[in-house]
């Protein structure tokens, strides 16, 4: 090891969480094989929107967050399409559940969510461009404030995804529960659950809450148990979707106008992944510059 490097402990992994189909709610989960693409099976389906051919997120459509997507089997890493190995099960909002799998799965979906939709899982080349309402993904909050200079004062209706993925900006995404202690400091009275951020590796930091605990970890690599390395972090920018009811979660504006107010609305990394493995909920975590 160089001289120069610097190993310092800061957590450990608290909550692992998997999302099958994109913007649905996902499962919580206790381990997860993790690559180059991310999780096993993370997003690995989508819908898309019919009269748009755009890939729905629930940045436009907020009614994705009553329905729920869990694998029936773990998904394994594979060069193959792991959707095809780990049959995913789709709970409705009227708590019917079916396979995405099924012939009429997406007139099922459909019609539960009101819009004609695709339900389609992830190819390798294309890029795919997904949906927004430039009106509301940010909640009235002026884009320019939050992501600087802009080419054109008008946002575009959809973006670009990652190539070949069903993922907005990278494929893996780690906040630090520290970070939302400090937001509970900043707005007591909303409840910044770690389910509203959608993060796939929660780390608990103990008892710091005096700080955007993730801001120390750009430039560094994170060390999750003893193989994966977590690499390339950068702000993870928060949209609408923080704000959206799901389950016991109330609709709160507050949530993003905190983090816009106090943190340009970045919470949590976005991230590659440098070395894969095995993650599990307890794994230490450390930082490496």
Not at 67 to 83: G, I, V
Not at 115 to 123: A, G, I, S, T, Y
Not at 194 to 204: K, S, Y
Request: glycine letters at 8%.
């Amino acid at each position: 090891m160089d001289e120069t490097t610097h190993r310092k402990p800061i957590g450990t992994v608290s909550a692992i969480w998997r999302y099958p189909i994109k913007s649905m709610r996902g499962e919580r989960i206790e381990e997860a094989q993790i690559g180059e693409r991310g999780l096993a099976g993370d997003r690995a389906w989508a819908l898309r929107e019919i009269a748009t051919r755009q890939i729905a997120s629930a940045k436009k459509f907020s009614g994705l967050f009553e329905f729920r997507a869990s694998y029936d089997s773990a998904p394994a890493l594979s060069s193959e399409d792991e959707a095809s190995v780990a049959p995913v099960t789709v709970e409705l909002p009227d708590g019917r559940k079916i396979h995405a799998s099924d012939d009429d799965a997406s007139e099922a979906i459909s019609a539960a969510l009101g819009r004609k939709m695709q339900l389609e899982r992830v190819l390798s080349a294309p890029v795919e461009r997904a949906g927004i309402d430039p009106a509301t993904v940010f909640a009235g909050i002026p884009a320019a404030s939050l992501i600087g200079k802009l080419a054109s004062p008008i946002l575009p209706d959809s973006f670009a995804l990652r190539r070949g993925t069903f993922f907005d900006s990278a494929v893996v995404h780690v906040i630090a529960a520290g970070t939302l202690k400090h937001l509970v400091k900043l707005a007591p009275g909303s409840n910044f659950d770690p389910r509203r951020f959608r993060a796939n590796i929660l780390v608990d930091t103990g008892e710091r809450d005096d700080a955007f605990i993730e801001d120390e970890w750009l430039e560094g690599t994170l060390e999750v148990g003893s193989d994966v390395k977590i690499v390339a972090m950068k702000p993870a920018l928060r949209c609408v979707m923080t704000t959206h009811p799901q389950e016991d979660l109330p609709r709160d504006y507050t949530i993003l106008r905190t983090a816009a107010f106090h943190h340009r609305a970045n919470v949590g990394v976005f991230a590659s992944i440098g070395a894969g493995g095995i993650v599990r909920a307890g794994d230490p975590v450390v930082l490496v510059r």
